[in-house]
């Protein structure tokens, strides 16, 4: 029912691409990361949550129409539906469904609840296509709140020490994250322009995310010391050598689960913290579905096959122009 | 183990030399006091044995993991460290494990003396009560690939910090034998020892520098002078039939200089004398040659016969057990003397106070001679002066050369730019030959900034080269051959001093004029 083409996931019965990476006519969008939602098409379609993303990120001219999460709508006899993914706000699973077959395409996924982004859903479906960003079985994720304990008690020995406290992750999706799991109780929280627009969308959408600053020429070095600045480290242009104030710099990323990682980042700390599933999010979420066929895109997509056959699921890898986690930049 | 493991995390991650003294202070407060020796053995780098292979230890973690051997096999390539890949296949227990670091070591100290197979379903099963940041650290130990870039003095100023005892009393205790199975924490750093008196140095009496002679042409016959080497500054202590030998820096050096040690056995009680420890090998060398003795611990003969040091003797701060810091310079000079000429030291120990100079131009002279003496300035005392009332180091005017501007270093945050790298003529190229801070004024960087957004070639990392055309001005201290640098030379204490605006390329200096002044 759905192909992989050059163009990208197609559903040739309703003529709609699927996350498309080429310029199409019609295009169903997951979430607004930009390996997914692509600039050029003529018509998008995405879940209500993900709309004014998206025209941030694209363009407000664009031709996009939205739908709500479960609410369904029918293309030339293909049903199309969005169900929450747990990636970002407003990211969503595709439900396609023709004469009785369904198949489920997950875009980029996490199994565990943040709070914002949404619970994801499992879909009972005949084929899924899942990602494959973190399936290797050493990728463990610790429950959120552990992760969040870690975080907060840098930021507040930093403040202790008179540090400034600067945390990388990129602004749409797992900045939104951060803020949302420290405590705010501790100091302020600062962000940069790229942040702070895409916090203010979502304010917008009824998300509670605590208060933030958006740092503007003004503000001097000195200000930010015992407070925390989500921004990726390249975006920022205050000299904090030359006003002397000691920084501490972080990363919060899954490929921080790997020593060699964490200590080629040159950063002062790395949190174990992604969006996406892992290796035992992955294969809950795949056993959930009762698929027959799995199809396997971005990430270690041929292990993570053979693996899935070896438990008697049908599985091939397929390849897509999908990027899965990166450590800083993702726009 | 938690709290040593997430200490290790820290120190292994962090970038900043006061975050992790903070760290390990913070570590000595509030762990375990049991497990305190042990985690200063581990950071110093004093192992147990070693357990297990790393081979043993793939094949036991493959064994008690339930993922097919090839995908072991494939995590274990990325992951790219036996220890980590085990530690990190494996399930994640249900409940933190309470167990201090020292049962823990305890356990891998018992368990040297088993069976393999016994080894082998005890490590087993330690592996289902820690969590994976612990087991790295287990899976480490047992196979004796521990290990951790800290400076010993970090650990000195951390332990110093946790218990307030003195830094060189903490860095005495550490370079001592002992092993945490014997000693324990409080009795080896806490407790006050007889003996800490003893190794007390004297605090350091820092000579100020200055450029030119004027300061002594008023009276110049009330003034001493003798050469300052390209040496490492420290005291010697004798007290009690024990010798002391400190660097300023608070590092315990007796181990480095076997031949210093020894003269405890031929000088008299009750000495300090402060000085310099250079390279030596019919005269003074260069201080880089005396690296290979700061490194590492007590050196072989054939290291010792390699790289000869002596101490040149500058001062005598006790002298038969009596601070004689307040007499005048002139006294102290004498029982120097006399000192050493009744007592042997194999030429270990040197004295040169003999320079003497009369007039301004006599200094002046002396002074121009430096750099043919090899020597890195001047130390003046005033012969009526106490100890405490310091000396001056007069140096000789710096060398300089003009550069080329060929690569720049960003930093990331700001966006300035940090360093220079400059290069010489070569014949038909240009070749690198020394880095330095940009100490510019903001108008400057400015211009500079601008100038590199235009004109970049390639960017390497925060590194960016760009189109050869700023000239600058270096000043340095004296230049040396080097066999690890690519320009085949190497320049001391380089300094950024004027941005030659007004020079083009072709002005610049070459790689012939470095030679020329080694």
């Known amino acids: 029912m759905l192909s992989f083409t050059k163009q990208g996931i197609f559903c040739k019965q309703a003529n709609v691409y699927i996350d498309p990476w080429k310029p199409v006519e019609r295009a169903i969008i997951s979430h607004g990361h930009s390996d997914h939602a692509r600039r050029g098409h003529k018509n998008y379609l995405c879940v209500q949550e993900s709309k004014e993303i998206i025209r941030h990120r694209l363009g407000k001219k664009i031709n996009i129409d939205t739908l709500t999460f479960g609410e369904r709508r029918t293309i030339n006899g ?45 879909i009972p479906c005949h084929a899924f296509i899942t990602e494959s960003t973190f399936g290797l079985p050493f990728y463990q994720w610790q429950p959120q709140h552990k992760v969040a304990e870690e975080i907060n008690n840098w930021w507040r020995l930093n403040k202790v020490h008179n540090r400034v406290s600067l945390l990388a992750g990129y602004s ?34 009824g998300v509670p995310l605590k208060a933030t600053t958006r740092i503007h020429q003004g503000m001097k070095a000195e200000d930010f010391v015992g407070n925390i600045i989500i921004a990726p480290s390249s975006a920022l242009h205050i000299d904090f050598e030359k006003a002397n104030c000691e920084v501490s710099e972080a990363v919060a990323s899954g490929w921080m689960a790997i020593r060699k990682m964490r200590i080629n980042r040159k950063v002062d700390r790395g949190f174990v913290l992604s969006d996406h599933a892992d290796w035992p999010g992955l294969n809950a979420a795949i056993r959930a579905t009762g698929a027959e066929h799995v199809f396997v895109t971005h990430g270690y997509t041929n292990m993570f096959s053979k693996w899935l056959c070896e438990q008697g699921i049908n599985a091939i890898p397929v390849s897509t122009k999908y990027v899965g986690e990166l450590l800083e930049k993702k726009s | 183990m938690q709290q040593f493991s997430t200490l290790f995390k820290t120190l292994e991650q962090s970038n900043s030399r006061s975050d992790k003294i903070l760290v390990l202070a913070d570590y000595f407060q509030k762990s375990e006091e049991k497990d305190r020796l042990w985690a200063v053995a581990l950071l110093s780098g004093r192992l147990p044995k070693r357990l297990c292979t790393s081979k043993d230890l793939l094949a036991w973690g493959m064994e008690a993991s339930s993922i097919p051997e090839w995908l072991f096999d494939a995590s274990g390539k990325i992951i790219d460290d036996v220890a980590e890949t085990v530690a990190l296949l494996l399930p994640q227990p249900d409940e933190p494990d309470e167990q201090p670091l020292f049962s823990w070591m305890e356990t891998v100290r018992m368990l040297q003396l088993r069976k393999a197979i016994d080894k082998k379903t005890a490590i087993q099963k330690a592996w289902m009560i820690l969590n994976p940041d612990e087991r790295i650290l287990l899976n480490k130990i047992i196979t004796g690939a521990f290990s951790l870039y800290l400076p010993e003095e970090m650990l000195v100023k951390g332990i110093a910090l ?283 960087h400015a211009e500079l900034s601008e100038f590199v957004k235009g004109n970049t070639t390639g960017r390497y990392g925060s590194s960016r080269s760009i189109i050869p055309e700023l000239i600058f001005e270096i000043a340095f201290d004296n230049v040396f051959s080097s066999t690890r640098h690519k320009s085949g030379l190497v320049l001391r204490n380089p300094q950024l001093k004027f941005w030659r605006k007004d020079l083009n390329p072709d002005d610049a200096g070459t790689l012939r004029d470095l030679q020329n002044f080694i």
């Open chain 1, 78 to 122: 293909v049903t199309f539906s969005f169900h929450p993914a747990g990636h970002i706000i407003g990211s969503a699973q595709i439900r396609v469904e023709y004469k009785g077959e369904i198949w489920v395409f997950s875009g980029d996924y996490k199994t565990e609840d943040d709070g914002i982004s949404g619970a994801f859903e499992p």
């Open chain 2, 162 to 444: 946790a218990t307030g005892i003195n830094e060189h009393i903490i860095a005495h205790r550490l370079s001592g034998k002992w092993s945490p199975e014997i000693n324990d924490y409080h009795e080896l750093f806490v407790r006050e020892h007889v003996r800490d008196y003893i190794s007390k140095p004297y605090p350091w009496c820092a000579e100020r520098t200055v450029d030119d002679v004027t300061l002594f042409k008023k009276n110049p016959a009330a003034w001493s002078a003798c050469y300052q080497w390209d040496g490492i500054s420290v005291q010697l202590i004798l007290r009690k039939g024990e010798l002391f030998l400190w660097s300023e820096d608070g590092r315990f050096l007796n181990n480095n200089f076997p031949e210093i040690d020894i003269l405890k056995h031929f000088l008299p009680d009750g000495l300090v004398f402060s000085g310099q420890i250079v390279a030596y090998s019919e005269r003074p060398r260069p201080i880089n040659e005396l690296q290979t003795r700061l490194r590492g611990k007590k050196p072989g003969q054939k290291k010792m016969m390699a790289t000869p040091v002596v101490m040149f003797v500058t001062d005598l701060l006790e002298f038969k057990g009596a601070d004689i810091r307040r007499e005048p310079f002139r006294k102290r000079r004498g029982h120097l003397e006399a000192l050493l000429k009744n007592y042997k030291s194999n030429g270990v120990l040197k004295l040169d106070w003999k320079l003497g100079f009369d007039t301004e131009e006599a200094l002046e002279e002396l002074r121009q001679s430096l750099r043919q003496a090899g020597a890195v300035g001047l130390l003046l005392r005033k012969q009526e002066n106490s100890y405490l009332d310091g000396s001056f180091l007069l140096k000789s005017d710096p060398l300089c050369i003009t550069g080329i501007l060929v690569y720049v270093e960003i930093n990331n945050r700001s966006g300035r730019v940090r360093t220079l790298s400059l290069a010489v003529h070569d014949g038909m190229t240009l070749q690198q030959f020394t880095k330095v801070l940009a100490t510019l004024s903001d108008e400057d």
């Open chain 1, 172 to 205: 749409l999706g797992k900045a939104q994250r951060l803020i949302h799991l420290l405590d705010d109780s501790i100091g302020k929280i600062y962000t940069n322009d790229t942040v702070e627009d895409i916090n203010e969308i979502v304010r917008m959408q």
